[in-house]
């Protein structure tokens, strides 16, 4: 079998080693032989390895090195990555949903708008990695932790990045995250009990439902996270649910009962499956939190989400012909079997659907009716 220590590859090469997806699963099995202690088993040293978009869904990645390893957008789902090194490793755009990394040294990966969903961190070491001068034999070389924590004149510092990742019901208990960033990241459940936090950016994450019992946080570090739904929006929903009823008369009677339903401002997240297979049309929620709000199957032709925040949101079904979403925040929302057509007018005319300056994930619309 060709060998598989990518880091001897590497060492004194310019370009990163390459192997085509069929070799890297044969490397793997004898990799997975090793961790099972069977004969033929060769533990996986990947340092460096080029490995973009292949599935290893499932595989087993135990105690592996990974070091550098560049595997954006690889399926990696239910894949076990207990107590691997994967030190700046790129793992951006991965689906590694229900994977787990226990016990895995992710300092300095990163992970921006990976699915994680589901995927264990418990006790995973995620501080910053830091870059020092190494002499004239190698450029630079990882630091250890203990000298990671002091400075040393040029060197590099790389914080694990989770930006915008989806990372629902993760479990990320007593994980060491100093540093890390979790800028407009989906982590809604997420267990995180007893987590060391400090230093690290939240702006704009979604918490609701979040476990942080025993985790250390910076005085401030939530302000601006989606938290958990407050008792004023609590009181708010008789209210909401009379103007959502009034909406639906308003369609079924073509105007002569009830009047659209005016929601600018409002915290949608308390009103559950209010809006799902309703007649909304005109419906309009500019500025509204809206945040996992389940809109599926529901008529809302011509209605306007301008600057509403409707991340991980559903409108599976929806009619959403000449709607407005300008300035909206659209990431992990779900448009499966969505109209997204423009919509007919009486003038003759048509209003097509309208997403100036929203922030949508890749592909956000690739199941949807656009034509």
Request: net charge neutral; aromatic share 6%; with cysteine.
């Amino acid at each position: 079998m060709t060998p598989f220590n990518f880091a001897s590859a590497s060492k004194n090469s310019v370009r990163s080693p390459r192997y085509s997806e069929a070799e890297l699963r044969q490397f793997l099995s004898a990799h997975e032989r090793f961790v099972r202690g069977e004969p033929k088993g060769q533990r996986a040293i990947w340092r460096y390895v080029q490995a973009p978009s292949c599935d290893f869904s499932g595989r087993v990645f135990a105690l592996a090195d990974l070091t550098g390893a560049n595997l954006q957008a690889c399926r990696l789902a239910a894949a076990n990555l207990e107590r691997a090194c994967l030190q700046l490793a790129d793992l951006r755009d991965v689906d590694a949903a229900d994977a787990s990394f226990a016990q895995a040294d992710i300092r300095g990966a990163s992970l921006r708008r990976a699915n994680l969903s589901g995927a264990c961190f418990d006790q995973a070491d995620m501080r910053q990695a830091v870059l020092s001068p190494a002499g004239v034999s190698e450029d630079f070389r990882l630091s250890s932790p203990s000298q990671a924590a002091e400075a040393v004149a040029g060197e590099i510092t790389f914080e694990v990045d989770f930006t915008h990742c989806s990372m629902r019901n993760a479990r990320l208990n007593n994980a060491r995250l100093n540093r890390a960033n979790f800028t407009g990241a989906c982590m809604a459940g997420a267990d995180l009990a007893g987590a060391d936090l400090r230093g690290g950016r939240f702006r704009g994450a979604i918490l609701t439902g979040a476990n942080l019992g025993g985790a250390k946080l910076d005085p401030g570090a939530l302000d601006g996270c989606v938290l958990d739904v407050s008792e004023q929006a609590l009181r708010r929903v008789p209210e909401l649910m009379a103007r959502i009823a009034a909406a639906d008369r308003w369609v079924a009677s073509n105007g002569a009962d009830g009047a659209p339903a005016e929601l600018d401002d409002e915290d949608l997240r308390p009103l559950g499956d209010a809006f799902a297979g309703r007649r909304l049309a005109a419906l309009t929620a500019r500025r509204a939190c809206g945040v996992g709000a389940r809109f599926t199957n529901a008529q809302l032709q011509g209605a306007r989400f301008d600057d509403a925040d409707l991340r991980d949101a559903d409108f599976s079904g929806a009619d959403l012909r000449g709607a407005s979403f300008r300035g909206a925040k659209l990431r992990y929302a779900r448009f499966d079997r969505a109209d997204l057509r423009p919509l007919p007018l009486a003038s003759g005319g048509e209003r097509p659907v309208d997403l100036t300056d929203a922030d949508l994930g890749e592909g956000a619309f690739v199941a949807a009716r656009l034509a």
